[in-house]
């Protein structure tokens, strides 16, 4: 009998990474998109996962690699078609994520009508924190997010902005794609997001709740 795999260690386990975009209107609004009526997904390989101590690689076709600031949530049950009722007895827990984003290779993929794997799939594209268990955040729509960059103050935001909210999200995207344990929902970003260059360190967190810090490096390949 297989040993079980520790959600503590997720990213080393987990198959898919589900992300909404455009769940903060402010984001929304400074990215020049419209507010959607309905949560725009995408997805990102597992191999995008940078745990804490690993560096954010920057990908060389890239001049404007930018940091999304994200609210994960783990999954810890098969969930298919969930009411949202109960989509939340199939959250694990939750970490900390950033969607990094070639955003000049995003707008010209958006140009184009083509799909953002290249601006949002690459290889280390998805850092994040520590494994929080669900239940040191009774409520996922209550908590203040921040990150910075060399010190500097650039995004902070309230989880209570999501357009769509957790068990919305669950619901609706249980009902596409299956969910299995260890899959993660990024959940969208706040204001605020920038660019970043080689060597910068970036530290997020979750008030009172979690921490992380990366260095971004510019791989030899």
């Not at 939750?94 to 955003?103: G, K, N, S």
């Not at 924190?129 to 960059?149: G, N, Y």
């Not at 299956?178 to 970043?196: A, F, M, N, R, Y």
Request: charged share 20%.
């Amino acid at each position: 009998m297989a040993a079980p795999r520790p959600l503590a260690r997720f990213w080393e386990w987990g198959k898919n990474i589900v992300c909404v975009g455009r769940n903060y209107a402010e984001h929304a609004q400074e990215m020049g998109s419209a507010v959607l009526r309905e949560p725009v997904l995408f997805l990102k390989p597992s191999t995008a996962y940078v745990p804490e101590g690993a560096p954010i690689p920057m990908p060389a076709y890239t001049r404007d690699l930018q940091h999304e600031l994200e609210l994960g949530v783990l999954v810890g049950r098969r969930a298919r078609a969930v009411p949202q009722a109960a989509a939340m007895d199939h959250v694990a827990g939750y970490a900390l994520c950033l969607d990094m984003t070639a955003r000049d290779v995003q707008k010209e993929c958006k140009r184009q009508g083509l799909p953002w794997t290249l601006a949002k799939g690459f290889t280390g594209s998805c850092p994040v924190s520590a494994f929080v268990p669900k239940e040191r955040i009774p409520d996922p729509q209550s908590l203040k997010l921040w990150l910075t960059v060399n010190g500097e103050l650039r995004q902070e935001g309230d989880t209570a902005s999501m357009i769509f909210s957790i068990p919305y999200i669950i619901s609706y995207v249980s009902k596409i794609i299956t969910l299995e344990e260890g899959d993660i929902l990024l959940t969208g970003s706040p204001k605020g997001v920038g660019t970043v260059k080689e060597n910068d360190e970036i530290q997020a967190g979750i008030h009172g709740i979690v921490s992380m810090r990366f260095t971004v490096e510019r791989p030899e390949y």
